[in-house]
């Protein structure tokens, strides 16, 4: 399984920062995880490809390329764009995103082909099929209704925090799982700044250090992603000062191989 967090901003030189302001995860360059930078960022063979977007939660940063991506594939689709996500979820994109003043309600338009965008909901805790993968769902604790996944295919399986604060249960599922390939978690403030992010439900390098210690982890890898942009260099210095073994920031960009 191939993973590659997509970039979202560029450095003055106009190569790819590698600060994450949006989320968009790509996995095998065909289904998408969140969908933050996915129409700004996705290459050609990606944009191809991607017809399968699971969204963790609604937050902006998650969601801000869906409605560029469906704008820019409108003609091409020969089939629709297929949206897996909480019913929470598809209520607040269909009531504040695609709601004609925002942007156009996709699910209701179609091309010579037909529709162009369709939801499959998912009750938390579901897992289900998306092409190759098989995807299971966990709640998070976060400000709004939002999901872990753990996902594989016949070869390896990764989970995926997704934003959240501490946690029980997402704990509890991956640590039943031996053979995981690697675990990727939020950390999105540093620890100067724990009121605001207990306020909007995320991690500090400190609260990180509290939920691995419930990660019956031996040798599975651990990549931290999420770091808000403006408080990068802090927030990354706090993570490894905490010298875990086996933790490492997610690159933006980079392909990983499972
Ligand atoms: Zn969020």
Redesign the pocket.
């Known amino acids: 399984m191939r993973l590659q967090l997509l970039p979202s901003t560029f450095e003055e030189n106009g190569t790819a920062s590698a600060r994450q302001h949006l989320t968009s995860f790509v996995i095998d360059d065909c289904v998408a995880f969140d969908a933050g930078s996915l129409a700004m960022a996705s290459s050609r063979v990606q944009k191809e490809q991607i017809r399968d977007i699971v969204l963790s ?1 609604a ?1 902006l940063d ?1 969601i801000a390329g869906l409605p560029l991506f469906l704008d820019d594939l409108f003609a091409s689709l020969t089939e629709p764009v297929r949206i897996y996500a909480e019913a929470e979820v598809v209520k607040v994109l269909e009531r504040d995103i695609f709601n004609w003043s925002v942007y156009p309600r996709f699910s209701e338009l179609t091309n010579a082909n037909g529709s162009v965008m369709e939801y499959r909901c998912f009750e938390p805790g579901a897992e289900f099929k998306v092409r190759h993968l098989n995807v299971q769902t966990v709640s998070v604790n ?1 400000k709004v209704p939002s999901s872990g996944f753990i996902v594989s295919d016949d070869s390896s399986k990764f989970a995926l925090t997704g ?1 959240t604060a501490s946690m029980s249960e997402f704990w509890n599922v991956v640590n039943k799982i031996d053979d995981l390939s690697a675990v990727l978690v939020e950390c999105a403030f540093p620890d100067e700044l724990e009121e605001l992010a207990h306020i909007s439900h995320h991690l500090t390098p400190s609260s990180l250090q509290r939920e691995l210690a419930k990660f019956k982890r031996g040798n599975c890898p651990i990549y931290v992603a999420n770091l808000k942009p403006a408080y990068y260099e802090k927030t990354a210095a706090q993570i490894a000062a905490l010298g875990i073994a086996n933790l490492s920031l997610l690159e933006v960009g980079r392909i990983y191989e499972w």
């Open positions: 939660h937050h998650h976060h934003d």
